[in-house]
């Protein structure tokens, strides 16, 4: 059983936005960080923003600062990633990832990863 389930990819035109969901299958993640990875298509997989388990942290590659922004409502099992202003180069599948250690996580190697969901961006 996948212990992460992602939603809310899609299709959208450049400069668009999309809500993407991350929820908790058959476990909790108390005390995890969680956070957001995504992979194009013959690129590397890299971190995207992490979230403490508190919700009480949040943290951004560089590349989308002041664009997109991380959520964990309640410090629950539920995680969002608003993306606004998307470009084209941000088409990829998008991971959802849990790790104990937000340090860990961001450093890509967290302990769960979701099955991930495809975000397209037109031009």
């Known amino acids: 059983q996948v212990p992460l389930v992602e939603s809310g990819g899609g299709l959208v035109q450049a400069g668009g936005s999309l809500r993407l969901s991350c929820a908790a299958s058959?476990?909790?993640?108390?005390?995890?960080?969680m956070g957001w990875f995504r992979q194009a298509a013959g690129k590397e997989r890299e971190f995207v923003a992490a979230?403490?388990?508190?919700?009480?942290?949040?943290y951004y590659a560089d590349s989308v600062k002041g664009r997109f922004t991380i959520s964990r409502p309640g410090a629950g099992n539920r995680v969002y990633l608003q993306m606004n202003t998307l470009k084209p180069e941000e088409t990829a599948v998008y991971y959802c990832?849990?790790?104990?250690?937000?340090?860990?996580?961001?450093?890509?190697?967290?302990?769960?990863w979701g099955q991930g969901t495809q975000v397209t961006v037109s031009s």
């Open positions: 058959g476990r909790t993640f108390n005390g995890y960080a």
């Open positions: 990832a849990a790790d104990m250690s937000r340090l860990t996580l961001q450093n890509g190697s967290p302990q769960y």
């Open positions: 979230i403490t388990w508190t919700g009480g942290g949040t």
